[in-house]
């Protein structure tokens, strides 16, 4: 080749190697919705996990994935029009968690795929027609499939702290299935031979108040709902916990890392790391209905001896090593 062939051989390499990168952009650029309940600081360890696992299967921020995150900032009544307005944004598919925020979707649209990071008892929720076939535009992971697993918090309480023989649930009546979990504890109640009473909040304004009734109501034990309303205040609801005198269990370990006594249930951080899964094999063409809900497998156990010390308790020494996380 000559000196003029070469350099024009170069020049065209030259001109020619951008047109690649110039056809990236229009690669599909997916828009996702993320949906809860509570505040981007207290559920930021959750947004964190979903796009870490969407990252690992190669969906990057401002790339080729764009979030739409909606916040409800603790109040449950603004999740229908929050729902509403990712709807109208026409988002490829929406990722949500908790029950209140799943009925929002569910109300809001029938045709955009959701994925549920985190549900209770979806089926009896009617949330989905089976594990195995959800149907519809609705998939994902339940971090527990069937109220009575609640029973099982109960009775680690119990083990915890013997003379336990009067539990208030604190719970929200609201969301979609909460009735279910409210009657199979106190069914485990009664085979335990405790005594059930519940107080009802709707809010994080009525949290003293449900505080101040169990101890009028003379409580000795607490099993606090997994529910936004407490989720979204938990280090305030562990607070008044301690200052009540009344040893708690919780559904997930972010209660007792924010001073909780203990807690039993699935990794719910892990869980949205998982949705992730379900994001991509929609976005690639599956459908909703045909993709079974993951149950969990894995139950962990967080047991927080500095509250155990705090409430001048002694916790077994059994049940502590059988404790998946110590905190001391």
Same mark, same amino acid.
């Given at each position: 080749?000559?000196?003029?062939?070469?350099?024009?051989?170069?020049?065209?390499?030259?001109?020619?190697?951008?047109?690649?990168?110039?056809?990236?952009?229009?690669a599909?650029?997916?828009?996702?919705g993320?949906?809860?309940?509570?505040?981007?600081?207290?559920?930021?360890h959750?947004?964190?996990?979903?796009s870490?696992?969407?990252?690992?299967?190669?969906?990057?921020?401002?790339?080729?994935?764009?979030?739409?995150?909606?916040?409800?900032e603790?109040?449950?009544?603004?999740l229908?029009?929050?729902a509403?307005?990712?709807?109208?944004?026409?988002?490829?598919?929406?990722?949500?968690?908790?029950?209140?925020?799943?009925a929002a979707?569910?109300?809001?649209?029938?045709?955009?795929?959701?994925?549920?990071?985190?549900s209770?008892?979806?089926?009896?929720?009617?949330?989905?027609?089976?594990?195995?076939?959800?149907?519809?535009?609705? @998939?994902? /992971?339940? *971090?527990?499939t069937? $109220?009575?697993?609640?029973?099982?918090?109960? +009775? !680690?309480?119990?083990? %915890?702290?013997?003379?336990?023989?009067?539990? @208030?649930? /604190?719970? *929200?009546?609201?969301? $979609?299935?909460?009735?279910?979990?409210?009657? +199979? !504890?106190?069914?485990? %109640?009664?085979n335990?031979?405790?005594?059930?009473?519940?107080?009802?909040?709707?809010?994080?304004?009525?949290?003293?108040?449900?505080?101040? +009734?169990?101890?009028?109501?003379?409580?000795?034990?607490?099993?606090?709902?997994?529910?936004?309303v407490?989720?979204?205040?938990?280090?305030?609801?562990?607070?008044?916990? +301690?200052r009540?005198?009344?040893?708690?269990?919780?559904?997930?370990?972010?209660?007792?890392?924010?001073?909780?006594?203990?807690?039993?249930?699935?990794?719910?951080?892990?869980q949205?790391?998982?949705a992730?899964?379900?994001?991509?094999?929609?976005?690639?063409?599956?459908?909703?209905?045909?993709?079974?809900?993951?149950?969990?497998?894995?139950?962990?156990?967080?047991?927080?001896?500095k509250?155990?010390?705090?409430?001048?308790?002694?916790l077994?020494?059994?049940?502590?090593?059988?404790?998946?996380q110590?905190?001391e």
């Amino acid at each position: 080749m000559n000196r003029r062939g070469f350099i024009g051989a170069l020049a065209g390499g030259l001109f020619a190697a951008p047109l690649v990168t110039v056809a990236q952009p229009n690669a599909k650029v997916y828009r996702i919705g993320f949906l809860v309940t509570a505040t981007s600081t207290e559920t930021g360890h959750l947004f964190k996990a979903l796009s870490e696992g969407l990252r690992e299967l190669g969906y990057v921020e401002g790339r080729n994935v764009v979030f739409e995150r909606r916040f409800a900032e603790g109040r449950q009544e603004r999740l229908p029009a929050l729902a509403a307005e990712l709807v109208r944004l026409k988002v490829d598919i929406l990722v949500t968690g908790s029950n209140p925020v799943i009925a929002a979707v569910k109300q809001a649209t029938a045709t955009i795929p959701v994925v549920m990071a985190v549900s209770r008892d979806p089926v009896g929720a009617k949330f989905i027609a089976s594990l195995a076939r959800p149907g519809g535009n609705i @998939t994902g /992971l339940a *971090n527990d499939t069937a $109220p009575d697993i609640i029973g099982k918090n109960l +009775a !680690l309480l119990k083990e %915890a702290v013997p003379r336990i023989s009067r539990v @208030t649930y /604190l719970w *929200n009546p609201v969301p $979609p299935g909460a009735e279910a979990s409210k009657n +199979a !504890l106190e069914s485990a %109640a009664r085979n335990l031979g405790v005594a059930f009473q519940s107080v009802e909040v709707r809010g994080h304004a009525e949290l003293e108040g449900a505080f101040a +009734a169990m101890v009028r109501e003379r409580a000795n034990g607490i099993v606090v709902a997994q529910d936004p309303v407490t989720f979204g205040s938990r280090s305030h609801v562990a607070l008044l916990a +301690a200052r009540s005198r009344l040893p708690a269990v919780y559904g997930v370990g972010e209660f007792a890392e924010a001073g909780g006594l203990m807690s039993y249930g699935p990794n719910i951080a892990d869980q949205f790391r998982r949705a992730a899964i379900y994001v991509d094999k929609i976005l690639k063409g599956a459908k909703p209905g045909d993709l079974p809900i993951e149950q969990p497998t894995k139950f962990e156990l967080v047991i927080n001896l500095k509250a155990a010390k705090a409430l001048g308790l002694t916790l077994p020494p059994s049940l502590v090593q059988r404790a998946d996380q110590v905190i001391e």
